[in-house]
């Protein structure tokens, strides 16, 4: 078995955006039970507060900016299956899940994240690693800068305006993450609060739409997955639009666990299904109950990284009222 760190990802040989080599386990009679890390109590961090923060904030995201994190293009037949295709039905899922652009140790990076059914209508879930990491060698733990939101994201298409984020919410464990113990993989959740865009509008009424989340739902079921990838573990399908940055795409199946290994004592919980998208598709949402009609469903986890018992799957921590109720709860309530 595989645990992959990646490019865009909670990554523990890098930081989101660096491409990191894979890491090989193998599996040596029963694997050890890890001990979980004790949940504590909510981190903050106020990202942009004043005026003249925001302002700052979209400044830096210059349309060069933003360009500079596409991944090259190129002339490959389509490819698509269920592990990784483009998502082109225009509904709520197109409006509501968007790109998310950070500053991680003074390199500019991107993941995904959702908008979610929140008190103040300004809320999103990403993954911990999104905006708060360490540096390449696991230390140095900083908090990402310059953090905005860009909804419906296609084409560096900006359809429902641009949000700066506020706040940065995450469990207090997550801050003691080193990206090498993987006991840590159960905290890599995190939420955005976001300012309004520039016609004061919050991001819940601008999108028309948000998605609700769902604790200690059994991972064993179908599920969609999304993201902005800026890469794809199948060959073939890298270049194509949806896995250079640019437009939405996802994968659907179902949900399997990762199990722990002897090198790797992965902690229970960790979920996904089989799925090409790379560095770039974190904080991406993972729904149960997903309507592909309406594109609404229930967001029960986020993309963390890469699994590969043999097929390449796209994993990460699937909410409990234990760790993500209370970052929630003083996310939207901010």
Known sequence: ?????????????????????????????????????????????????????????LAYWTPQRIAALRTPSAAVPAVAGPDGAPWTRANAVSRTVGRLF?????????????????ANRSTVVTAAHCVNNTDLIGEDNQWSSNVLFVPG?????????????????????????????????????AFVVLHPNSDGRRVQDAVGAA??????????????????????????????????????AYCTGPAVEQQATEDWPEPPGQWGTECVMG????GGPRFAD???????????GDNSHGWLPGKRYLVGPQFTREITQPVFHRAQHS
């Not at 500053?103 to 959702?114: F, K, L, N, Q, R």
């Not at 997955?225 to 270049?239: L, M, N, T, V, W």
């Not at 560095?279 to 974190?282: A, I, N, T």
């Open 1 to 57: 078995m595989t645990s992959e760190p990646t490019s865009g990802w909670r990554s523990r040989a890098g930081v989101a955006g660096a491409i990191t080599m894979l890491v090989t386990t193998t599996l040596a009679g029963t694997a050890p039970q890890p001990v979980a890390a004790k949940p504590g109590p909510v981190a903050t961090h106020a990202v942009a507060v004043t005026a003249a923060e925001q302002q700052a904030v």
């Open 102 to 118: 950070f500053t991680d140790h003074g390199e500019d990076s991107s993941c995904t994240a959702t908008v979610l059914d929140s």
């Open 153 to 189: 994201y296609r084409d560096g298409g900006a359809p429902y305006g641009m949000f700066v984020g506020r706040l940065s919410v995450a469990p207090s464990t997550w801050l003691r993450n080193d990206q090498i113990e993987s006991l840590y993989d159960s905290y890599d959740q």
């Open 211 to 248: 998605q609700r989340i769902g604790y200690d739902v059994p991972g064993a079921r179908v599920v969609y997955q999304f993201g902005y990838p800026r890469a794809s573990s199948d060959k073939a399908r890298e270049g194509l639009p949806e896995y250079t940055g640019e437009r939405l």
């Open 279 to 282: 560095g770039g598709s974190s």
């Open 290 to 300: 997903f309507d592909p009609r309406t594109g609404l469903g229930v967001v029960v």
